[in-house]
Protein backbone atom coordinates (compact mmCIF):
# COMPACT_ATOMS: atom_id res chain seq x y z
CA UNK A 1 0.00 0.00 0.00
CA UNK A 2 2.86 2.11 0.74
CA UNK A 3 4.12 1.47 -2.90
CA UNK A 4 1.17 3.34 -4.51
CA UNK A 5 1.08 6.10 -1.69
CA UNK A 6 4.50 6.59 -2.69
CA UNK A 7 4.19 6.58 -6.31
CA UNK A 8 1.69 9.01 -6.41
CA UNK A 9 3.51 11.49 -4.70
CA UNK A 10 6.00 12.05 -7.89
CA UNK A 11 3.67 12.08 -11.16
CA UNK A 12 5.36 10.99 -14.64
CA UNK A 13 5.72 13.73 -16.95
CA UNK A 14 6.51 11.84 -19.59
CA UNK A 15 9.30 12.93 -22.38
CA UNK A 16 9.93 16.58 -23.01
CA UNK A 17 11.23 17.84 -26.66
CA UNK A 18 12.99 20.85 -27.47
CA UNK A 19 13.01 22.08 -30.87
CA UNK A 20 16.19 23.58 -32.48
CA UNK A 21 17.06 24.56 -35.50
CA UNK A 22 13.84 22.70 -37.47
CA UNK A 23 14.71 19.24 -35.42
CA UNK A 24 12.91 17.89 -32.16
CA UNK A 25 15.53 16.94 -29.41
CA UNK A 26 14.71 14.97 -26.15
CA UNK A 27 16.04 16.77 -22.97
CA UNK A 28 17.39 14.21 -20.46
CA UNK A 29 16.47 14.75 -16.96
CA UNK A 30 18.71 15.51 -14.63
CA UNK A 31 16.90 15.07 -11.41
CA UNK A 32 17.70 12.32 -9.08
CA UNK A 33 14.11 11.97 -7.84
CA UNK A 34 12.32 11.87 -10.74
CA UNK A 35 14.48 9.29 -12.35
CA UNK A 36 13.83 7.11 -9.58
CA UNK A 37 10.18 7.68 -10.15
CA UNK A 38 10.59 6.72 -14.15
CA UNK A 39 12.63 3.74 -13.23
CA UNK A 40 10.00 2.03 -10.87
CA UNK A 41 7.06 0.41 -12.35
CA UNK A 42 3.82 2.58 -12.75
CA UNK A 43 1.13 1.02 -10.87
CA UNK A 44 -1.93 -0.77 -12.81
CA UNK A 45 -4.90 1.19 -12.66
CA UNK A 46 -8.32 -0.44 -14.38
CA UNK A 47 -9.82 3.62 -14.16
CA UNK A 48 -9.07 6.58 -13.91
CA UNK A 49 -7.88 8.28 -10.79
CA UNK A 50 -10.71 10.99 -9.75
CA UNK A 51 -13.73 7.73 -10.94
CA UNK A 52 -15.47 6.80 -7.99
CA UNK A 53 -18.58 3.92 -7.82
CA UNK A 54 -21.83 4.85 -5.73
CA UNK A 55 -24.52 2.22 -5.24
CA UNK A 56 -28.14 3.63 -4.86
CA UNK A 57 -29.87 1.27 -2.73
CA UNK A 58 -33.70 2.74 -1.54
CA UNK A 59 -32.70 4.22 1.53
CA UNK A 60 -35.78 5.20 4.03
CA UNK A 61 -35.44 7.32 6.95
CA UNK A 62 -37.64 6.70 10.23
CA UNK A 63 -39.01 9.78 10.05
CA UNK A 64 -39.76 10.67 7.23
CA UNK A 65 -40.49 7.78 4.35
CA UNK A 66 -38.63 8.63 1.26
CA UNK A 67 -40.07 7.79 -2.56
CA UNK A 68 -38.55 4.47 -3.87
CA UNK A 69 -36.78 5.07 -7.14
CA UNK A 70 -35.94 2.37 -8.80
CA UNK A 71 -34.87 3.28 -11.56
CA UNK A 72 -32.89 0.27 -12.86
CA UNK A 73 -33.85 -3.85 -13.72
CA UNK A 74 -31.30 -5.93 -12.55
CA UNK A 75 -31.22 -9.68 -13.85
CA UNK A 76 -28.98 -12.17 -14.18
CA UNK A 77 -27.50 -14.31 -17.11
CA UNK A 78 -27.10 -17.49 -18.01
CA UNK A 79 -23.16 -17.41 -16.99
CA UNK A 80 -24.79 -16.35 -13.90
CA UNK A 81 -23.32 -12.73 -13.96
CA UNK A 82 -25.55 -9.81 -12.71
CA UNK A 83 -26.53 -7.55 -15.56
CA UNK A 84 -28.74 -4.31 -15.00
CA UNK A 85 -30.24 -2.30 -17.62
CA UNK A 86 -32.34 1.12 -16.71
CA UNK A 87 -35.85 2.02 -17.78
CA UNK A 88 -37.48 3.34 -19.92
CA UNK A 89 -38.38 6.94 -19.55
CA UNK A 90 -42.57 5.69 -19.83
CA UNK A 91 -42.13 3.49 -16.77
CA UNK A 92 -40.48 5.94 -14.65
CA UNK A 93 -43.01 8.74 -15.39
CA UNK A 94 -45.91 6.15 -15.26
CA UNK A 95 -44.36 5.30 -11.61
CA UNK A 96 -43.95 8.74 -10.71
CA UNK A 97 -47.24 9.64 -11.79
CA UNK A 98 -48.65 6.19 -9.81
CA UNK A 99 -47.00 7.75 -6.57
CA UNK A 100 -48.47 10.82 -6.28
CA UNK A 101 -52.13 9.47 -8.66
CA UNK A 102 -54.19 11.58 -5.74
CA UNK A 103 -52.54 15.35 -6.77
CA UNK A 104 -54.12 14.56 -10.30
CA UNK A 105 -56.20 17.21 -11.38
CA UNK A 106 -58.57 15.36 -14.32
CA UNK A 107 -58.14 12.41 -16.21
CA UNK A 108 -61.17 13.44 -18.57
CA UNK A 109 -60.19 13.48 -21.98
CA UNK A 110 -56.89 11.00 -21.37
CA UNK A 111 -56.38 7.76 -23.59
CA UNK A 112 -58.04 4.53 -21.86
CA UNK A 113 -55.10 3.04 -22.83
CA UNK A 114 -52.14 4.74 -20.91
CA UNK A 115 -55.01 5.32 -18.14
CA UNK A 116 -55.57 1.87 -17.66
CA UNK A 117 -51.73 1.19 -17.10
CA UNK A 118 -51.90 4.31 -14.84
CA UNK A 119 -54.32 2.39 -12.94
CA UNK A 120 -52.47 -0.97 -12.63
CA UNK A 121 -49.67 1.05 -11.38
CA UNK A 122 -50.97 3.04 -8.38
CA UNK A 123 -52.89 -0.60 -7.72
CA UNK A 124 -49.85 -2.37 -7.49
CA UNK A 125 -48.12 0.14 -5.26
CA UNK A 126 -51.80 -0.05 -3.06
CA UNK A 127 -52.40 3.85 -3.67
CA UNK A 128 -55.98 3.11 -3.26
CA UNK A 129 -55.88 1.59 0.13
CA UNK A 130 -54.55 4.55 2.00
CA UNK A 131 -57.29 6.91 3.84
CA UNK A 132 -58.04 9.77 1.86
CA UNK A 133 -55.93 9.98 -0.86
CA UNK A 134 -57.01 6.72 -1.98
CA UNK A 135 -60.66 8.08 -2.31
CA UNK A 136 -59.31 11.06 -4.23
CA UNK A 137 -57.48 8.76 -6.58
CA UNK A 138 -60.29 6.67 -7.14
CA UNK A 139 -63.01 9.60 -7.89
CA UNK A 140 -60.71 10.63 -10.26
CA UNK A 141 -60.74 7.34 -12.10
CA UNK A 142 -64.97 7.17 -11.66
CA UNK A 143 -65.42 10.59 -13.01
CA UNK A 144 -63.34 9.92 -16.38
CA UNK A 145 -64.03 6.35 -17.23
CA UNK A 146 -67.10 5.21 -15.22
CA UNK A 147 -68.12 1.75 -16.01
CA UNK A 148 -64.25 0.81 -17.50
CA UNK A 149 -63.19 0.91 -14.13
CA UNK A 150 -65.68 -1.57 -12.67
CA UNK A 151 -69.33 -2.30 -14.46
CA UNK A 152 -69.73 -5.33 -11.91
CA UNK A 153 -69.30 -5.19 -8.18
CA UNK A 154 -70.04 -7.96 -5.64
CA UNK A 155 -69.66 -7.37 -1.67
CA UNK A 156 -71.65 -10.21 -0.48
CA UNK A 157 -70.31 -11.13 3.38
CA UNK A 158 -68.50 -7.95 3.21
CA UNK A 159 -70.23 -5.80 5.31
CA UNK A 160 -66.65 -4.51 7.27
CA UNK A 161 -65.43 -3.57 3.40
CA UNK A 162 -68.78 -1.57 3.19
CA UNK A 163 -68.36 0.12 6.93
CA UNK A 164 -64.73 0.98 6.32
CA UNK A 165 -65.07 2.24 2.35
CA UNK A 166 -68.18 3.33 1.78
CA UNK A 167 -67.08 6.66 0.53
CA UNK A 168 -65.09 4.57 -1.92
CA UNK A 169 -67.68 2.08 -2.37
CA UNK A 170 -69.81 5.29 -3.39
CA UNK A 171 -67.48 6.35 -6.25
CA UNK A 172 -68.28 3.70 -8.54
CA UNK A 173 -70.82 4.76 -11.42
CA UNK A 174 -72.18 3.56 -14.32
CA UNK A 175 -72.38 -0.04 -12.58
CA UNK A 176 -74.52 -2.94 -14.21
CA UNK A 177 -74.82 -5.38 -11.07
CA UNK A 178 -74.83 -4.64 -7.90
CA UNK A 179 -74.93 -7.74 -5.02
CA UNK A 180 -75.48 -7.01 -1.12
CA UNK A 181 -76.29 -9.88 -0.30
CA UNK A 182 -75.83 -10.47 3.36
CA UNK A 183 -74.32 -7.34 4.33
CA UNK A 184 -77.26 -7.04 7.06
CA UNK A 185 -77.85 -3.11 5.47
CA UNK A 186 -80.94 -2.11 7.30
CA UNK A 187 -83.24 0.30 5.99
CA UNK A 188 -81.38 3.48 7.42
CA UNK A 189 -78.16 2.48 5.69
CA UNK A 190 -76.08 5.19 3.63
CA UNK A 191 -75.99 3.00 1.14
CA UNK A 192 -79.02 2.10 0.29
CA UNK A 193 -80.19 5.48 -0.10
CA UNK A 194 -77.43 6.14 -2.66
CA UNK A 195 -78.77 3.24 -4.44
CA UNK A 196 -81.77 6.06 -5.89
CA UNK A 197 -78.99 7.83 -7.17
CA UNK A 198 -78.98 8.92 -10.58
CA UNK A 199 -74.98 7.74 -10.93
CA UNK A 200 -76.63 4.02 -10.13
CA UNK A 201 -79.50 4.63 -12.23
CA UNK A 202 -77.54 1.86 -15.00
CA UNK A 203 -78.01 -1.29 -12.78
CA UNK A 204 -79.96 -3.92 -13.95
CA UNK A 205 -79.23 -6.61 -11.47
CA UNK A 206 -79.63 -5.84 -7.52
CA UNK A 207 -79.23 -8.49 -4.93
CA UNK A 208 -80.26 -7.20 -1.96
CA UNK A 209 -80.75 -11.12 0.07
CA UNK A 210 -80.70 -11.12 3.72
CA UNK A 211 -80.25 -7.37 4.66
CA UNK A 212 -83.00 -6.67 7.42
CA UNK A 213 -85.03 -4.85 5.08
CA UNK A 214 -88.87 -3.68 5.52
CA UNK A 215 -91.60 -2.48 3.59
CA UNK A 216 -90.01 1.01 4.70
CA UNK A 217 -86.78 -0.10 3.01
CA UNK A 218 -88.45 -1.17 0.27
CA UNK A 219 -90.80 2.22 -0.05
CA UNK A 220 -87.35 4.11 0.18
CA UNK A 221 -85.51 2.43 -2.32
CA UNK A 222 -88.25 2.58 -5.00
CA UNK A 223 -90.10 6.46 -4.19
CA UNK A 224 -87.89 7.76 -6.90
CA UNK A 225 -88.92 5.61 -9.66
CA UNK A 226 -92.73 5.94 -8.82
CA UNK A 227 -92.71 9.39 -7.97
CA UNK A 228 -89.74 10.96 -10.32
CA UNK A 229 -89.29 7.49 -12.94
CA UNK A 230 -85.75 7.97 -12.44
CA UNK A 231 -83.38 5.86 -9.92
CA UNK A 232 -83.30 2.33 -10.43
CA UNK A 233 -85.56 2.00 -13.42
CA UNK A 234 -83.42 0.22 -15.44
CA UNK A 235 -83.74 -2.76 -13.01
CA UNK A 236 -84.44 -6.26 -14.72
CA UNK A 237 -83.49 -8.66 -11.39
CA UNK A 238 -84.13 -8.06 -7.94
CA UNK A 239 -83.23 -10.58 -5.32
CA UNK A 240 -85.39 -9.75 -1.85
CA UNK A 241 -85.03 -12.87 -0.73
CA UNK A 242 -84.73 -14.10 3.42
CA UNK A 243 -85.95 -10.64 4.44
CA UNK A 244 -89.02 -11.87 6.61
CA UNK A 245 -90.06 -7.99 7.36
CA UNK A 246 -91.07 -7.47 4.07
CA UNK A 247 -94.94 -8.12 3.87
CA UNK A 248 -97.74 -7.53 1.21
CA UNK A 249 -97.59 -3.48 1.41
CA UNK A 250 -94.48 -3.58 0.18
CA UNK A 251 -93.88 -5.66 -2.41
CA UNK A 252 -97.01 -3.52 -3.99
CA UNK A 253 -93.87 -0.95 -4.25
CA UNK A 254 -91.83 -3.12 -6.76
CA UNK A 255 -94.95 -2.54 -9.32
CA UNK A 256 -93.47 0.45 -10.75
CA UNK A 257 -90.14 -1.44 -11.61
CA UNK A 258 -91.51 -1.83 -15.76
CA UNK A 259 -89.12 -3.60 -17.21
CA UNK A 260 -88.28 -6.36 -14.33
CA UNK A 261 -87.99 -9.80 -15.73
CA UNK A 262 -86.65 -11.62 -12.25
CA UNK A 263 -87.65 -11.71 -9.22
CA UNK A 264 -87.12 -13.92 -6.17
CA UNK A 265 -89.34 -12.82 -3.04
CA UNK A 266 -88.57 -16.10 -1.35
CA UNK A 267 -88.70 -16.17 2.52
CA UNK A 268 -90.48 -12.78 2.93
CA UNK A 269 -93.34 -12.22 5.42
CA UNK A 270 -95.80 -12.97 2.59
CA UNK A 271 -99.22 -14.03 4.06
CA UNK A 272 -101.47 -14.01 0.95
CA UNK A 273 -99.22 -15.60 -1.76
CA UNK A 274 -101.89 -16.32 -4.30
CA UNK A 275 -102.78 -12.45 -4.07
CA UNK A 276 -99.66 -11.60 -4.82
CA UNK A 277 -98.71 -13.83 -8.05
CA UNK A 278 -101.99 -12.66 -9.55
CA UNK A 279 -100.79 -9.09 -9.22
CA UNK A 280 -97.03 -9.48 -10.36
CA UNK A 281 -98.50 -11.50 -13.69
CA UNK A 282 -101.14 -8.48 -14.27
CA UNK A 283 -99.22 -5.34 -13.63
CA UNK A 284 -95.82 -6.36 -14.60
CA UNK A 285 -95.97 -9.73 -16.52
CA UNK A 286 -94.05 -11.83 -14.30
CA UNK A 287 -95.11 -15.61 -13.87
CA UNK A 288 -93.62 -17.60 -11.09
CA UNK A 289 -91.13 -20.51 -11.61
CA UNK A 290 -91.79 -24.13 -10.40
CA UNK A 291 -87.94 -24.45 -10.90
CA UNK A 292 -85.33 -22.43 -9.64
CA UNK A 293 -83.93 -19.99 -11.53
CA UNK A 294 -80.32 -19.64 -12.60
CA UNK A 295 -80.29 -15.95 -13.07
CA UNK A 296 -80.30 -15.89 -9.15
CA UNK A 297 -76.86 -18.08 -9.01
CA UNK A 298 -74.48 -15.51 -7.14
CA UNK A 299 -71.46 -16.51 -9.02
CA UNK A 300 -72.87 -14.69 -12.34
CA UNK A 301 -72.27 -11.71 -10.42
CA UNK A 302 -68.64 -11.07 -10.06
CA UNK A 303 -66.47 -7.47 -9.80
CA UNK A 304 -65.11 -6.66 -13.12
CA UNK A 305 -63.33 -3.97 -14.15
CA UNK A 306 -60.09 -2.20 -13.85
CA UNK A 307 -60.70 -2.24 -9.83
CA UNK A 308 -61.23 -5.95 -9.60
CA UNK A 309 -58.47 -6.68 -7.60
CA UNK A 310 -59.08 -3.09 -5.20
CA UNK A 311 -61.89 -4.92 -3.32
CA UNK A 312 -59.52 -7.97 -2.65
CA UNK A 313 -56.90 -5.45 -1.05
CA UNK A 314 -59.58 -3.28 1.18
CA UNK A 315 -61.13 -7.02 2.48
CA UNK A 316 -57.43 -7.93 3.35
CA UNK A 317 -56.61 -4.48 5.08
CA UNK A 318 -60.00 -4.74 6.74
CA UNK A 319 -59.58 -8.49 7.80
CA UNK A 320 -55.82 -7.70 9.30
CA UNK A 321 -57.34 -4.90 11.31
CA UNK A 322 -59.93 -7.03 13.27
CA UNK A 323 -58.22 -10.19 12.82
CA UNK A 324 -56.95 -11.37 16.03
CA UNK A 325 -53.44 -13.07 16.23
CA UNK A 326 -53.66 -16.72 14.95
CA UNK A 327 -52.77 -19.10 17.74
CA UNK A 328 -51.39 -22.32 15.23
CA UNK A 329 -48.48 -24.51 15.40
CA UNK A 330 -45.04 -22.55 14.50
CA UNK A 331 -44.56 -24.96 11.59
CA UNK A 332 -47.91 -23.58 9.62
CA UNK A 333 -47.63 -20.35 11.12
CA UNK A 334 -44.32 -19.85 9.28
CA UNK A 335 -45.34 -21.55 6.02
CA UNK A 336 -48.33 -18.76 6.45
CA UNK A 337 -45.51 -16.00 6.72
CA UNK A 338 -43.26 -17.37 3.89
CA UNK A 339 -46.45 -17.58 1.78
CA UNK A 340 -45.43 -21.20 1.14
CA UNK A 341 -49.41 -22.35 2.49
CA UNK A 342 -52.13 -20.55 1.30
CA UNK A 343 -54.13 -19.08 3.90
CA UNK A 344 -57.95 -21.03 3.88
CA UNK A 345 -60.79 -18.94 5.80
CA UNK A 346 -63.58 -20.53 6.14
CA UNK A 347 -66.45 -18.88 4.12
CA UNK A 348 -68.91 -16.43 6.37
CA UNK A 349 -72.58 -18.00 5.88
CA UNK A 350 -75.73 -16.62 6.28
CA UNK A 351 -78.44 -18.55 8.62
CA UNK A 352 -81.14 -16.96 6.81
CA UNK A 353 -79.75 -17.93 3.75
CA UNK A 354 -79.69 -21.80 4.90
CA UNK A 355 -83.11 -22.35 5.59
CA UNK A 356 -84.17 -20.55 2.19
CA UNK A 357 -82.02 -23.41 0.46
CA UNK A 358 -83.71 -26.02 2.98
CA UNK A 359 -87.04 -24.73 2.19
CA UNK A 360 -89.30 -26.13 0.00
CA UNK A 361 -91.06 -23.49 -1.47
CA UNK A 362 -89.34 -20.84 -3.75
CA UNK A 363 -90.96 -17.87 -4.94
CA UNK A 364 -89.24 -16.00 -8.12
CA UNK A 365 -91.09 -14.79 -10.84
CA UNK A 366 -89.80 -14.58 -14.29
CA UNK A 367 -90.97 -12.97 -17.70
CA UNK A 368 -92.44 -15.11 -20.59
CA UNK A 369 -91.24 -14.27 -24.04
CA UNK A 370 -93.73 -13.64 -26.29
CA UNK A 371 -94.11 -16.37 -28.83
CA UNK A 372 -92.73 -15.78 -32.31
CA UNK A 373 -95.77 -15.82 -34.97
CA UNK A 374 -94.45 -18.67 -37.95
CA UNK A 375 -97.86 -18.89 -39.70
CA UNK A 376 -97.82 -18.80 -43.47
CA UNK A 377 -97.26 -15.31 -45.68
CA UNK A 378 -100.86 -15.62 -46.61
CA UNK A 379 -102.36 -15.68 -43.44
CA UNK A 380 -99.85 -12.70 -42.33
CA UNK A 381 -101.19 -10.31 -45.49
CA UNK A 382 -104.56 -11.18 -44.54
CA UNK A 383 -104.08 -10.32 -41.02
CA UNK A 384 -101.81 -7.30 -41.86
CA UNK A 385 -104.42 -5.64 -44.37
CA UNK A 386 -107.38 -6.20 -41.43
CA UNK A 387 -105.04 -4.40 -38.79
CA UNK A 388 -104.18 -1.86 -41.59
CA UNK A 389 -107.78 -1.03 -41.96
CA UNK A 390 -109.01 -1.33 -38.36
CA UNK A 391 -106.01 1.28 -38.09
CA UNK A 392 -107.61 3.67 -40.21
CA UNK A 393 -110.60 3.27 -38.24
CA UNK A 394 -109.03 3.72 -34.85
CA UNK A 395 -106.93 6.79 -36.18
CA UNK A 396 -109.98 9.37 -35.77
CA UNK A 397 -110.54 7.47 -32.54
CA UNK A 398 -107.89 8.30 -30.64
CA UNK A 399 -107.76 11.96 -29.88
CA UNK A 400 -110.67 11.54 -28.50
CA UNK A 401 -109.54 8.56 -26.08
CA UNK A 402 -106.52 10.30 -25.44
CA UNK A 403 -107.76 13.29 -24.00
CA UNK A 404 -110.10 11.13 -21.56
CA UNK A 405 -107.06 8.58 -21.01
CA UNK A 406 -105.15 11.66 -19.98
CA UNK A 407 -107.53 13.68 -17.40
CA UNK A 408 -107.84 9.86 -16.08
CA UNK A 409 -104.23 9.67 -15.60
CA UNK A 410 -103.53 12.68 -14.09
CA UNK A 411 -106.26 12.29 -11.66
CA UNK A 412 -104.38 8.38 -10.65
CA UNK A 413 -100.76 10.29 -10.62
CA UNK A 414 -102.15 12.96 -7.74
CA UNK A 415 -103.92 9.99 -6.05
CA UNK A 416 -100.93 7.51 -5.96
CA UNK A 417 -98.63 9.90 -4.07
CA UNK A 418 -99.09 9.42 -0.14
CA UNK A 419 -97.77 11.70 2.61
CA UNK A 420 -94.47 9.28 3.19
CA UNK A 421 -93.85 9.65 -0.29
CA UNK A 422 -94.01 13.55 -0.34
CA UNK A 423 -92.07 12.95 2.58
CA UNK A 424 -89.35 11.15 0.63
CA UNK A 425 -89.35 13.68 -2.13
CA UNK A 426 -88.81 16.53 0.47
CA UNK A 427 -85.73 14.24 1.73
CA UNK A 428 -84.29 14.10 -1.65
Known sequence: MSYYLNSENHLDPGPIYVRENG?????NLALDGVKSSLQKPRPFRLFP???SVELCMNREDDTAQKEKTDHFIFTYTREGNLRYSAKSLFSLVLGFISDNVDHIDSLIGFPEQIAEKLFSAAEARQKFTEPGAGLRALQKFTEAYGSLVLCSLCLRNRYLVISEKLEEIKSFRELTCLDLSCCKLGDEHELLEHLTN???SSVTQLHLKDNCLSDAGVRKMTAPVRVMKRGLANLTLLDLSCNPEITD???GYLFSFRKLNCLDISGTGLKDIKAIKHK????????HSKVPLKEFDHSNCKTEGWADQIVLQWERVTSEAVKPRETGEPRTAAQHFYGKRARTEAPVKCALADTHMNSSEKLQFYKEKAPDCHGPLLKR??????????SKKRAFEEPEKEQSNSSQSSKQKYVCLAVEDWDLLNSY
Open 381 to 390: EAVSSQESKK
Open 49 to 51: KGF
Open 280 to 287: LQTHIGLV
Open 23 to 27: QLHMV
Open 249 to 251: AGI
Open 198 to 200: EAL
